[in-house]
T-cell receptor, first 112, second 113 residues
Framework: QQQVKQSPQSLIVQKGGISIINCAYE??????FPWYQQFPGKGPALLIA?????SEKKEGRFTISFNKSAKQFSLHIMDSQPGDSATYFC???????????FGAGTTVTVRA | NAGVMQNPRHLVRRRGQEARLRCSPM?????VYWYRQLPEEGLKFMVY????????ESGMPKERFSAEFPKEGPSILRIQQVVRGDSAAYFC???????????FGPGTRLTVL
């Protein structure tokens, strides 16, 4: 069974707009939540990550919001640019158990 | 400062042949992970290795698949007697000890004819 559920499957946003991707999990033992960006034909690249002790983390135009009680976390891409067009994966892992459980991915298309 | 390296990048095999995928971790990284990505799906964990040790192989199919990370040289993912369902992208990641951050290679895309 998929331990991390990701939505939407795809989204289209205009240049300058905000892209929002949501993930939900069931396993309360998860304590590390990274987001990866993947371009076609490439490997996933770490974008930003968060732990449950904070509710928000921002790096440049990318922000993770984390809601521990709802077991949900989301990625916001502000001022989306055509170069942000890629597939984004959320993931989670447990303390001292380094295998990552990935969401199914969201394909983001930013139109100029 | 080279990242994680994988080769070959593309591999074509006929049913029943063997596939060997190689992964060289980043310099200073002693932990290696293998993941498989089927078309339109997320990555699925297969195996976690440290030098000369398999730490967690809970995601590996019980038959035909094996992995190793020898004292010298790259990590190898070996698939014996490949079937069409093995066609996928196989990614290797590496990390330093006690780090959550995994860095991924470019992947090997296996096609089984």
């Amino acid at each position: 069974q998929q331990q991390v559920k990701q939505s939407p499957q795809s989204l289209i946003v205009q240049k300058g707009g905000i892209s929002i991707i949501n993930c939900a999990y069931e396993n309360t033992a998860f304590d590390y939540f990274p987001w990866y960006q993947q371009f076609p034909g490439k490997g996933p690249a770490l974008l930003i990550a968060i732990r449950p002790d904070v509710s928000e983390k921002k790096e440049g135009r990318f922000t993770i919001s984390f809601n521990k009680s709802a077991k949900q976390f989301s990625l916001h891409i502000m001022d989306s640019q055509p170069g942000d067009s890629a597939t984004y994966f959320c993931a989670a892992s447990k303390l001292n158990d380094y295998k990552l459980s990935f969401g199914a991915g969201t394909t983001v298309t930013v139109r100029a | 400062n080279a990242g994680v390296m994988q080769n070959p990048r593309h591999l074509v095999r006929r049913r029943g042949q063997e596939a060997r995928l190689r992964c060289s971790p980043m310099k200073g990284h002693s932990h290696v992970y293998w993941y498989r990505q089927l078309p339109e799906e997320g990555l699925k964990f297969m195996v976690y290795l440290q030098k000369e040790n398999i730490i967690d192989e809970s995601g590996m199919p019980k038959e035909r698949f094996s992995a190793e990370f020898p004292k010298e040289g790259p990590s190898i993912l070996r698939i014996q007697q490949v079937v069409r369902g093995d066609s996928a992208a196989y990614f290797c990641a590496s990390s330093t000890p006690l780090s959550d951050t995994q860095y991924f290679g470019p992947g090997t895309r296996l096609t089984v004819l």
